[in-house]
């Protein structure tokens, strides 16, 4: 087993979200194109801007800790938007579609979540005190991403149900 430096671990974790990030660019049209609810498209649209802006974020840190931009496979990313895609195709009735469309973004954003709180706390721990303000603005977005979602989801959940009791 090799041992990693903090610096080594803080710095394969940049390169996960970072691969991760690319990946929810990559996918996010998928769930956009499958969203029935104009609300959720547009919630969804911005969202995929915003991971836009997280990745040229990403550049700058990397940059400000004097490394390349590097991706290395994440693999609760790849499994995440796969169990995303295989909802999104489940769901022919489109409320439902939606509600599991929310549930599946949800899950990405609380990862981005849980990474970026940890990322910052490790960079204020090595010192990398310039990309403290990067690393909380993501985390920052990736909160209010999800709180919007939850309120999405407050009115499209009661459609969805009200669409099962029609069947």
């Known amino acids: 087993m090799s041992s990693k430096t903090f610096e080594e671990l803080f710095l394969d974790e940049l390169k996960d979200v970072y691969d991760a990030e690319k990946r929810i660019v990559e ?16 919630a969804l649209k911005r969202d995929l801007e915003q991971e836009r802006e997280h990745i040229a974020r990403l550049d700058r840190v990397f940059e400000q800790i004097g490394h390349s931009p590097h991706r290395h496979t994440c693999k609760a990313m790849v499994g995440l938007l796969a ?17 599991a469309i929310i549930a599946a973004a949800q899950k ?11 990322l910052r706390e490790w960079a204020g721990s090595l010192g990398h005190r310039d990309v403290l303000g990067e690393l909380q603005k993501t985390l920052d977005e990736e ?3 999800d709180k ?5 989801a407050s009115t499209l959940n009661r459609e969805a149900v009200r669409s099962g009791a029609d069947h």
């Open 108 to 118: 990405v954003e609380h990862y981005e979540m849980a990474t970026y709180g940890t």
């Open 83 to 99: 169990e995303g895609e295989e909802l999104l195709e489940e769901s022919s009735d489109e409320s439902v579609r939606d509600a």
């Open 148 to 152: 919007e979602l939850t309120l999405i």
């Open 143 to 145: 909160r209010e991403s």
């Open 27 to 42: 996918a996010m049209p998928k769930f956009i194109k499958g969203a029935h609810s104009r609300e959720l498209s547009e």
